[in-house]
């Protein structure tokens, strides 16, 4: 099993800032994903990120909105740009090794 | 075409009651999961369960993988089990969710 350590669990913020979500894991693993759940909404894949490459994003989502760090293989960060109302989610990191484990989920709430 | 389905959606009981879930999935999907998502939004991992049967305590699950569903038995509900299930399979790399059921119940 993998235990991902994810923070700010909760944030507030102003339209128009940015919001950086950090998430630490205690093993070495090559791909960490990142996921946002919109009120009321199942949970939809943002992007993969690789360390030492730039991230893969699915359609929908750009680089320019989500930019992805991955500096090592046990830590990546997520940061939501520009935000707007719409933003306002749950944004999960995962790791999987067989079976996926996530992170305790930062709920963002954009005023 | 739909890679993960749930259903029912929605789920009422009464406490001590019994539950069936279901989850279908596609060809290109596998290693199913369920999880419990919590009013607080942390996903619980309940079930890796890709084939056969498994159980913990009040809950069970049993997938069948060659005819492409999982089923989430929770028996004697509590209050405590109120929430969002979710399952998911792996597509390549790729962990795709389906739309979830939500579970309540009353005391």
């Known amino acids: 099993s993998a235990v991902i350590s994810q923070k700010p669990s909760r944030d507030i913020c102003q339209r128009g800032t940015s919001l950086t979500i950090q998430c630490q894991v205690d093993s070495q693993v090559t791909m960490m994903f990142w996921y946002r759940q919109q009120p009321g909404q199942s949970l939809t894949l943002i992007a993969t990120?690789?360390?030492?490459?730039?991230?893969?994003?699915e359609s929908g989502f750009v680089i320019d909105k989500f930019p992805i760090s991955r500096p090592n293989l046990t830590f990546s960060t997520l940061t939501v740009s520009n935000m707007s109302p719409e933003d306002s989610s749950i944004y999960l990191c995962?790791?999987?090794?067989?079976?996926?484990?996530f992170g305790q989920g930062t709920r963002l709430t954009v005023v | 075409g739909i890679q993960v389905e749930q259903s029912p959606p929605d789920l009422i009981l009464q406490e001590g009651a019994n539950s069936t879930l279901r989850c279908n999935f596609s060809d290109s999907v596998n290693n199913l999961q369920w999880f419990h998502q919590n009013p607080w939004g942390q996903l619980i991992n309940l079930f890796y369960i890709p084939s056969g049967t498994k159980q913990n305590g009040r809950l069970s699950a049993t997938t069948v993988a060659t005819e492409r569903y999982s089923l989430l038995y929770i028996s004697s509900s509590q209050t405590t089990d109120s929430g969002v299930y979710f399952c998911?399979?792996?597509?390549?790399?790729?962990?795709?969710f389906g739309t979830g059921t939500r579970l309540q119940v009353f005391p």
């Open positions: 990120a690789n360390q030492g490459s730039e991230a893969t994003y």
């Open positions: 995962s790791v999987v090794g067989g079976e996926a484990f």
């Open positions: 998911a399979g792996r597509e390549t790399d790729k962990l795709i």
